[in-house]
């Protein structure tokens, strides 16, 4: 049997460190006291152990363990644990190559940058939480102890999955320490040795622990050295042990006696001496190929749970952006929307320069623009009906209509002596489908090369207004004028009395702001309405004005929201994902826009 396999639950103490040893001898016989050698980066390792310490209680359900790091353990194995000491060390080793500065066991995650070390830390933590037997001292070092601690290692794994199933990557990323370093080019390939491996690689494939394709390899040549039948008794034997009870000492030592039997081992002798036949290293070349199939598979899980991670990071990112843009945007449009009519300056380049409103005064709306107006809100409220739903109800007893086929069906059901599951009465409820409201949000170029768009969009937009008023009472639209600086033509749930006339003589453009103002006030982003974003230009941008403009529309077309983009002058250059509308005629704009408002309003969806 591996020799390190034992000494995973040390069940006598171990021999006095030179640390104990020195200040045992200082206590007895006095002198100076004692001062232990400096050694690299003893605090940080302190502060580590502390830390396993503090973790040990959520693996193992203890808070009477002390955790030590060892710069080489005391038992001679990577780690252990002394239940008769409570006590639990694990070699520094098994963190590398992490340096102790960046090791942070206190921080739950940090163990994910040390798998190995606490897979390792696991498997002891799995032996003081289960391992709650000990083998009576006059059979202490014989076959059958080896038999029963054997058995023991997979036995406390399997419980600690059962509570703590997520632990299940950390004791497959310590497979190495915990299997294959007890295996090596000197370890015969006998039936004890294979017995052995067996019980320590093919017992975690049934504890849950390692896959089938895992451990095949293994699988082939202990099946070659004991033959099937032996493998197959002594899988019913670690298989029993695994449901045995964790203070069941008497049941554990039954089970290692089944094993000495079945191996032909006496169980009160030594371990079994090797076989002068068995072949060195093959036990330990075929382990390698299982711990090399384990580490592959690791990686690739351990890739797919990066980029699982990055995906979440990065939506978490996304979403911190779009809130914060959200928040940003709020901010625009209360100060577009404020109370007057003073233009608005983003924090641009263009900032600098001097700022006046394009608005020129109001006038009277025209009789052609009231009819407008008023045809426009019929439209609208015509595509915003909806047919009320019809629920059909079926019943064994009225209100209802009455089925005379169901009817007789019940009866017959009745005299027969059945359980009646016939239906008579079907009942139709018809309730009204709420009414979608209308969001249009307008904005206008103003720089110079638009003057002639200023007089029919001051008429649409006065148009849509109202007609938006005379829909539906949630029903609104705005509409902002943009160059450098914003200025609020129309506000959201207003219905103007007056048409707000403006000129375009302006120079930049802000339509990445004057989209943020129109989404934040109107909610354009938000479902549960027709949504409607018209832009009137030429789309004559500079290349960082186009950017940032272009991605505000890719997220609200994104968000459902239509977007309209309206021509007047030849070559325009529309932004990507909108729906360019080219009019040879200034005064089609009202025209157009009520029919994609219409056109949104009908296909939305509640």
């Known amino acids: 049997m591996p020799s390190h396999t034992q000494a995973h639950a040390q069940q006598t103490p171990p021999a006095l460190s ?47 363990v002390l955790v030590t790091c060892e710069e080489q353990t005391r038992s001679g ?12 060390e694990i070699d520094r080793a098994l963190f590398a190559p992490r340096r102790p500065a960046t090791i942070n066991p206190a921080r739950p995650g940090d163990e994910e940058n040390y798998p190995v070390a606490w897979g390792a830390f696991a498997h002891e933590a799995a032996h003081a939480a289960h391992s709650r037997w000990t083998t009576p001292p006059p059979l202490r070092d014989t076959a059958l102890d080896m038999a029963a601690q054997l058995l023991e290692e997979s036995r406390a794994e399997y419980a600690h999955l059962s509570r703590r199933p997520g632990d299940r990557r950390f004791l497959r990323s310590a497979v190495r320490t915990l299997v294959m370093d007890g295996f090596t080019s000197q370890t015969p390939s006998d039936r004890w040795q294979a017995a052995c491996a067996a019980g320590l690689v093919l017992a975690r494939r049934d504890a849950g622990i390692l896959d089938d394709d895992e451990t095949e390899p293994l699988e082939q040549a202990v099946t070659h050295i004991l033959g099937k039948d032996l493998l197959d008794t002594l899988a019913r034997i670690w298989t029993a042990a695994h449901t045995t009870g964790d203070e069941d000492g008497q049941a554990m030592l039954e089970h290692a006696e089944a094993w000495c039997q079945a191996l032909g081992a006496d169980p009160a002798g030594p371990e079994p001496a090797p076989e002068p036949t068995g072949r060195r290293g093959e036990l330990a070349d075929v382990i390698g190929k299982v711990v090399s199939a384990v580490v592959a598979n690791e990686t690739v899980q351990a890739a797919a749970q990066a980029r699982v991670e990055a995906a979440r990071t990065a939506r978490k990112q996304a979403k911190a952006a779009q809130d914060d843009r959200a928040r940003q945007a709020a901010k625009t449009a209360e100060k577009v929307f404020a109370s007057g009519r003073r233009p608005y300056t983003p924090s641009t380049p263009l900032k600098r320069q001097h700022s006046h409103s394009p608005v020129t005064g109001t006038r009277a709306p025209t009789g052609k623009e009231k009819a407008a107006a008023g045809q426009l809100a019929r439209a609208l409220r015509a595509a915003a009906y909806r047919e009320r739903t019809a629920t059909v109800t079926l019943s064994a007893a009225p209100p209802g209509r009455l089925n005379m086929r169901q009817a007789l069906a019940r009866d017959a059901q009745r005299a027969a002596g059945a359980t009646p599951t016939a239906t008579p009465w079907t009942r139709t409820v018809h309730r009204p489908s709420p009414t979608p409201p209308l969001r249009v949000g307008i904005a206008v170029d103003v720089s110079g090369s638009m003057s002639i768009a200023a007089e029919p969009i001051a008429s649409a937009a006065w148009i849509v207004a109202k007609a938006a008023a005379l829909t539906d009472p949630d029903s609104r639209a705005a509409t902002v004028a943009y160059e450098h600086s914003i200025t609020a033509i129309t506000h ?67 968000a459902g929201c239509a977007v309209l983009w309206l021509a007047f002058a030849p070559e325009p250059r529309p932004l990507p994902g909108t729906t360019l509308l080219e009019l040879t005629d200034p005064a089609q704009a009202a025209t157009a826009i009520g029919k994609a408002a219409t056109t949104a309003l009908a296909t939305v969806n509640l």
């Open 18 to 64: 030179e640390a104990e040893w020195a200040i045992a001898v200082w206590e007895d016989d006095g002198g100076p006291a004692y001062e232990p050698r400096p050694r690299p980066h003893a605090g940080h390792w302190l502060r580590i152990a502390a830390a396993l310490t503090e973790r040990l209680p959520e693996l193992a359900g203890r808070e009477d």
């Open 77 to 88: 194995a990577p780690a252990a644990f002394f239940p008769a000491l409570a006590a639990l």
């Open 492 to 558: 959201p749930g207003r219905a103007p009395g007056r048409v707000t006339q403006f000129d375009a003589s302006g120079i930049g453009h802000s339509l990445a702001e004057a989209t943020d103002a129109l989404t934040a006030a109107l909610g354009l982003d938000q479902p549960g309405a027709g949504r409607l974003l018209v832009i009137a230009s030429d789309g004559r941008y500079r290349r960082e004005e186009a950017a940032r403009a272009a991605e505000r529309l890719t997220a609200l077309r994104a």
